[in-house]
């Protein structure tokens, strides 16, 4: 973050690392599911969704989760 950047709202923050936990929540319950369950393939994209929106939500918080 540069001196002139404007530094994020609080709110905003919250709200980021509020949503980042519900997506590893759901992370965590879904792989834990798969391996009850086994390789299903709606499974797997589930799984790979979750993947893609933490890491979304981490690089739009720069990391700040």
């Known amino acids: 973050?540069?001196?002139n950047d404007p530094k994020p709202e609080p709110a905003k923050e919250?709200?980021?690392a509020a949503a980042?936990?519900?997506v590893a929540g759901a992370?965590?319950?879904m792989?834990?599911?798969q391996k009850r369950i086994?390789?299903?393939p709606e499974l797997e994209?589930?799984?790979h969704n979750l993947e893609m929106a933490l890491s979304a939500l981490t690089v739009k918080t720069a990391?700040?989760?």
Do not use: D, P, S
């Open 27 to 29: 992370h965590r319950l």
């Open 63 to 65: 990391g700040m989760l």
């Open 20 to 22: 980042a936990e519900h």
């Open 14 to 16: 919250t709200h980021a």
């Open 31 to 33: 792989k834990a599911l």
């Open 38 to 40: 086994g390789t299903h």
């Open 1 to 3: 973050m540069q001196a």
């Open 45 to 47: 994209e589930a799984v």
